[in-house]
């Protein structure tokens, strides 16, 4: 891959439809559904029921279903294709020391960092408490470990930061390769509008967090819930 090519993330060669696929999947509906999910866990500032009404309630069995294929299934989708991407990386910042080619590696580093966060949070918070435990997440159990669990503390505010890179900095590339910005001034633009993004993104979910570690603290330390006893 050419140093312009890395620097835009876009592909040298492979399918077109595939690669187009697989980027526009990462914007809509992954990305939408994404910020929506960071808004509606500020609903922690209003304590448990808003918490557990807008993020773990559903009107019908079929619209938690209905909302979560529309979640997982670009990001199975999506990871598939940048794995794919994953392996046919070339990293030549030493060579080429740009600002553009940092943030080329720091997608990946992110991309990587996200799989991983994804897949415990998706596993943790969402699968397991409903199909081991048979009912969804409650507010206080997430919010005793993120105040008195050190490493789910530590993995949510990373695992944030990454997402929160990862989309904007996504979104960026996102709108070079679909010929969205292309003029030097529509690009400066845009990377205005990416750390807007990027800082937003930041402060829903830490704000979140900071929401659900607070009404945490406010729990005994040696509370066992029922979810955390089958951890
Ligand atoms: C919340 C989940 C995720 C969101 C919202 C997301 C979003 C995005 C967006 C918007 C792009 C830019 C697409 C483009 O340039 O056209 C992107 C690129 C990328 N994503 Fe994700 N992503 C997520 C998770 C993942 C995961 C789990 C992986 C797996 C390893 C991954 C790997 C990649 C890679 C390698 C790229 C760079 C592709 C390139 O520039 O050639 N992403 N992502």
Same mark, same amino acid.
């Given at each position: 891959m050419s140093s312009a090519a890395a620097s835009t993330g876009r592909p040298v060669d492979g399918s077109f439809i595939r690669s187009r696929l697989g980027s526009f999947l990462a914007v809509v509906p992954l990305t939408i559904w994404t910020i929506d999910?960071?808004?509606?866990?500020?609903? $922690?500032?209003?304590?448990?029921? $808003?918490?557990?009404?807008?993020? /773990?309630?559903?009107?019908?069995? *079929?619209?938690?279903?209905? +909302?979560?294929?529309?979640?997982?299934?670009?990001?199975?989708?999506? /990871? !598939?294709w940048g794995i794919g991407r994953l392996r046919t990386s070339k990293v030549n910042i030493a060579r080429y020391p740009y600002f553009?080619? #940092?943030?080329?590696?720091l997608q990946r580093i992110t991309a990587v960092?996200?799989?991983?966060? &994804?897949?415990?949070? *998706?596993?943790?918070? @969402?699968?397991?408490? %409903?199909?081991? =435990?048979? %009912?969804?997440?409650?507010?206080?159990? *997430?919010?005793h470990e993120m105040?008195?669990?050190?490493?789910? &503390?530590?993995?949510?505010? &990373?695992?944030?930061?990454?997402? +929160?890179?990862?989309?904007?900095?996504?979104?960026?590339?996102?709108? @070079?390769?679909?010929? !969205?910005? /292309?003029?030097? %001034? $529509? #690009? %400066?633009?845009?990377?205005?509008? *990416?750390?807007? =993004?990027?800082?937003g993104m930041l402060a829903m979910g830490w704000g979140s967090i900071y929401a659900l570690y607070d009404a945490g603290s406010q729990l005994p330390a040696t509370t066992v819930q029922q979810t955390n006893a089958s951890r």
């Open positions: 999910h960071l808004w509606n866990n500020l609903a $922690a500032f209003k304590g448990a029921e $808003a918490w557990q009404s807008q993020v /773990t309630e559903y009107s019908h069995p *079929i619209a938690f279903v209905a +909302s979560s294929l529309v979640a997982l299934l670009p990001l199975a989708l999506h /990871t !598939i553009s080619n #940092l943030k080329y590696i960092g996200v799989l991983f966060f &994804l897949g415990a949070h *998706i596993w943790l918070a @969402m699968l397991q408490p %409903r199909l081991v =435990v048979g %009912r969804p997440e409650p507010f206080a159990d *997430i919010a105040a008195h669990h050190v490493p789910t &503390l530590l993995v949510y505010t &990373l695992g944030v930061l990454g997402v +929160s890179y990862h989309l904007a900095n996504g979104l960026h590339t996102f709108a @070079m390769g679909w010929g !969205i910005a /292309t003029s030097r %001034r $529509a #690009l %400066r633009k845009l990377q205005a509008v *990416i750390w807007v =993004v990027f800082l």
